[in-house]
């Protein structure tokens, strides 16, 4: 016979966002019962965020010396050694581990089953042989590596971001399939190690970006030796003597040939709803996630769904900052929304990409000719400067009495200074308040007040403006 728990709010998933809403509830004495059949901490930990920007540092370091003679230090060929590099991504991973394990989350009140969880009915799950009847679910499963159906691709071995990282060698030639941030971030990062590197796309790379800051990055990444084919779809791939042999085609119909070492798949991420039971609980989902309203819950009101299976922007801060969100409805009964307008996100590439808010097209969609875009050039800036960074742009996209409506960055810390932008878009700031916060110096966050001072560029030639000053010096 199933053993029988009832807590208050049963969380399926030990990713990011189910972490966060057990961790949160338990710290206000709640019962709370997480569910999790794979690795705790999910695919950001052990599979994602963690492990990629572990690997981007090591390939900076690599690449900084090769940049080391324009400072007048050098010559300085690295010589890398990939499994040591593999050693710190798997260190990395470990020293975060114990914040999101089980022995953590026992010691903080939370009952940790590990078993996969399916719902048979509206208000019970079963996992394993315990049988869960909350009186809140949230749902919190993640999302996987999507593969998508090349000929052949069941047949040679292929890596994910699940696989990639176990890699001990170096590839020789590293073939891409998906020009988006993971495959970009992947590609320049084994380039600067030492490898080969190809990347096909079957649309414009990074083509959810602004493309002219999306340029900024593609030009660099290409200059460092990766060969980005764009609009180019892949066919079919096979085994081909020590490697994979990949047959695409140019959108002019061009036939395109390679033979690569490793061949890596990031077209995507699907939504981890298999096998949850979603019918029996009467929860409504597609291809694309499980449905939710802006208040995060499905079709059904006692069941959540937040972070990647819920579909949307699929970020691990949007996960966190969803868990928050249900934190606040489950346990005070709070209304809540979730805002994709202020969701910033960034692809680690080197110059970083970051985006905030309406993308200029958007905005001059919305708002017309009252949209002014305001720029600043990372080749005016002193920091920048001083540390040879000046290859990117900022740009500021403001509407109606100066409001920022969004943002875009190609450059160096575009993540950083996205943080004060996310702040000032989230509260309705404008440019008036942009352009009057103090930066220190020299900084590259002087950039946003650099930019949003051009705001009033035109100002000292308005003529109202001079008569007033006119008559001001009349008064003495």
């Known amino acids: 016979m199933a053993k029988l728990l009832t807590p208050d709010i049963c969380v399926i998933g030990a990713g990011s966002a189910g972490l966060s809403v057990a961790a949160a509830a338990a ?57 040591r590099v593999n050693d710190h991504v798997r260190q990395v991973i470990e020293a975060i581990e114990p914040h999101d394990s089980q022995e953590r989350f026992e010691g903080l009140g939370v009952t940790v089953l ?50 990639l990282f176990d890699l001990r060698s170096l590839p020789e030639h590293l073939a891409v399939v998906g020009g988006g941030p993971i495959g970009l971030e992947m590609a320049q990062a084994h380039r600067r190690l030492g490898s080969k590197v190809t990347v096909l796309e079957a649309s414009r790379a990074l083509g959810k970006d602004d ?60 939504p981890n709803v298999d096998g949850l039971g979603l019918e029996a609980a009467g929860v409504d989902f597609d291809r694309k996630g499980i449905s939710v309203d802006k208040g995060l819950r499905t079709s059904n009101r006692r069941i959540y769904a937040i972070g990647d299976v819920a579909g949307g922007l699929q970020f691990t801060h949007v996960a966190g900052h969803q868990a928050g969100l249900v934190i606040r409805s489950i346990l005070f009964r709070l209304p809540i929304a979730m805002r994709n307008d202020i969701v910033p996100w960034v692809t680690y590439t080197a110059p970083e990409l970051g985006h905030l808010g309406l993308t200029e097209a958007q905005a ?55 943080n004060l932008l996310s702040l000032a878009l989230s509260r309705n700031m404008s440019m008036k308040d942009l352009a009057g916060f103090i930066a220190p110096y020299p900084t590259l966050g002087e950039l946003v007040r650099t930019a949003a001072i051009a705001y009033y560029a035109q100002a000292p030639k308005n003529a109202w403006v001079r008569r007033v000053i006119a008559m001001l010096r009349k008064l003495g």
């Open 364 to 418: 001059r969609e919305k708002y017309g000719d009252r949209v002014r875009v305001l720029t600043a050039e990372y080749s005016g800036n002193d920091r920048a400067r001083a540390e040879a960074l000046t290859t990117g742009r900022l740009k500021l996209i403001a509407g109606p009495r100066g409001r920022l409506l969004g943002a875009g960055i190609a450059g160096a810390q575009a993540g950083e200074i996205l």
């Open 114 to 163: 590990r078993s996969a969880a399916h719902f048979t009915g509206p208000d019970t799950v079963r996992a394993g042989e315990t049988e869960i009847r909350a009186r809140r679910f949230v749902i919190a499963t993640g999302s996987t590596a999507l593969v998508p159906p090349i000929e052949g691709l069941d047949k040679v071995p292929f890596l994910t971001n699940e696989s």
């Open 211 to 270: 493309p002219e800051l999306a340029a900024i990055v593609l030009d660099t990444v290409r200059a460092e030796g990766v060969e980005i084919l764009e609009q180019t779809s892949v066919e079919g791939v096979a085994s081909s003597g020590q490697g994979i042999a990949v047959s695409a085609r140019a959108q002019d119909g061009t036939p395109v040939t390679l033979a690569a070492s490793h061949l890596l798949v990031a077209v995507g991420r699907a």
């Open 27 to 83: 710290a206000f004495g709640v019962d709370v019962v997480l569910i999790e059949k794979g690795l705790m901490g999910g695919d950001c930990l052990n599979y994602g965020c963690v492990p990629s920007k572990a690997l981007l540092a090591a390939a900076k370091a690599a690449a900084a010396g090769h940049k080391a003679s324009s400072f007048g230090v050098g010559p300085m060929e690295p010589t890398v050694d990939f499994a």
